[in-house]
């Protein structure tokens, strides 16, 4: 059940005609006539499938001026995904509707290290009764989407030689969730879907959006031109990893590495060396909203550091939002502050011109958005709706 290659040759009508009536572009049978080129009645049979499957409802009349149309709109509740943002300690699952609203929500201590058999196993237990929750409210289950912590091939839905995640290399994330629930999954890393979750909830939508994530590392998610970037191979965006500079050993076995001077697990380790009691990005956080000077100042040289690399990725990229979110966005201003400091000063004035650099808006929620993002717009995608047997 692989979404991007089961459609090739695949009659795409009906998704085509949901994506007409879900973007509100089209919403009675003349203008699907008038924007899908597809024949009157082909466009009529289409529209009886998709009301008969609940993907549309009838949402009332338009006045035409002659006989009045039926308008029809897109049934969020025609069924539910089900989503997990898999982290290193902890997780959050949830059971969402077609809009991505939660019917239900539950995070979870979970040991990534333990391997897939057993974080699988847990995920499981909720994913199953997440499911009869929402069928008992009549929502079948549709489709899954996952955020693992480490680097994923998205067309094979596994993680590829995670540093933090023994066990799972090449384990067939996608596969097995998919056959369990019958249903399609997909697979991807945690900063990628926090990029495509806070994309897909932006107020007022731009093109292109960089996630930083500031946690114990650093990684960041690309959306280029409304779509997650995920490069050759599922590589793109390894922002932590850019040097800039000193001789500080990174866990990646080179030096110099932006997340081994600015990353969480870094800044821990440096301010207890100095006596404070930190052992994570949550405790640097944390000190630093008490108004602690030595991580005031820290975090503050912290954004500096990560604001010079990313000026480089405006120059390269142009996005029009920076979006930071991680533990460390938890400090307060300070980051950001540090962070705005250095790309306005060192990206040029027109690619800054126009540019936002904004604290997460969805914070620990993220994850999941994007993850119910990831499966519904896969799922609801003109190409794929009909052969994945959504509006069968
Ligand atoms: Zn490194």
Not at 1 to 21: F, K, N, P, S
Not at 204 to 211: N, R, Y
Request: net charge negative.
């Amino acid at each position: 059940l692989d979404c991007e290659t089961v459609i090739d040759h695949a009659d795409t009508a009906t998704g085509a005609l949901l994506h007409l009536i879900r973007s509100g572009s089209a919403v009675t049978r003349g203008e699907l006539v008038r924007r899908s080129g597809l024949g009157r009645s082909t466009v009529s049979q289409r529209v009886e499938r998709l009301l008969a499957d609940g993907l549309i409802r009838d949402i009332g009349e338009a006045a035409t001026g002659g006989r009045p149309a039926t308008l029809l709109g897109f049934n969020p509740r025609a069924g539910a995904v089900l989503v997990a943002d898999l982290g290193a300690t902890h997780a959050r699952l949830a059971v969402t509707d077609l809009a991505g609203q939660p019917l239900a929500e539950q995070p979870l201590e979970v040991d990534i290290a333990a391997g897939p058999d057993v974080v699988l196993g847990t995920v499981e237990t909720v994913f199953d009764e997440m499911r009869h929750l929402a069928a008992a409210s009549g929502l079948p289950v549709r489709g899954i989407g996952v955020g693992v912590p480490g680097p994923v091939e998205f067309a094979a839905g596994r993680a590829v030689a995670p540093p933090i995640m023994p066990g799972w290399d090449g384990y067939p994330i996608r596969d097995h969730l998919s056959e369990r629930y019958g249903v399609p999954a997909l697979v991807d890393n945690d900063v990628n879907i926090m990029a495509i979750g806070e994309h897909w909830m932006l107020e007022e939508p731009v093109d292109d959006l960089l996630f930083l994530k500031v946690g114990t590392g650093i990684g960041s998610g690309l959306v280029l031109g409304g779509r997650i970037h995920r490069g050759a191979q599922g590589a793109a965006g390894d922002i932590g990893h850019i040097r800039v500079g000193s001789d500080a050993l990174c866990r990646c076995g080179n030096t110099g590495c932006l997340e081994a001077q600015a990353g969480g697990g870094a800044l821990a380790d440096m301010l207890a060396r100095e006596g404070h009691p930190t052992r994570n990005g949550r405790d640097v956080a944390e000190l630093t909203r008490s108004g602690d000077r030595d991580a005031v100042m820290a975090v503050r040289k912290a954004g500096r550091l990560i604001g010079e690399v990313l000026a480089a990725s405006v120059n390269l990229l142009n996005p029009g939002v920076i979006m930071v979110g991680g533990d460390l966005a938890l400090a307060g201003e300070h980051l950001i502050a540090g962070i705005r400091e250095n790309v306005y000063r060192r990206s040029t004035a027109l690619s800054t011109s126009r540019l936002q650099i904004l604290t997460t808006r969805l914070g620990d929620r993220a994850g999941i958005t994007g993850a119910a993002a990831m499966a519904i717009e896969t799922l609801l995608a003109p190409s794929v709706a009909e052969s994945a047997g959504v509006a069968s």
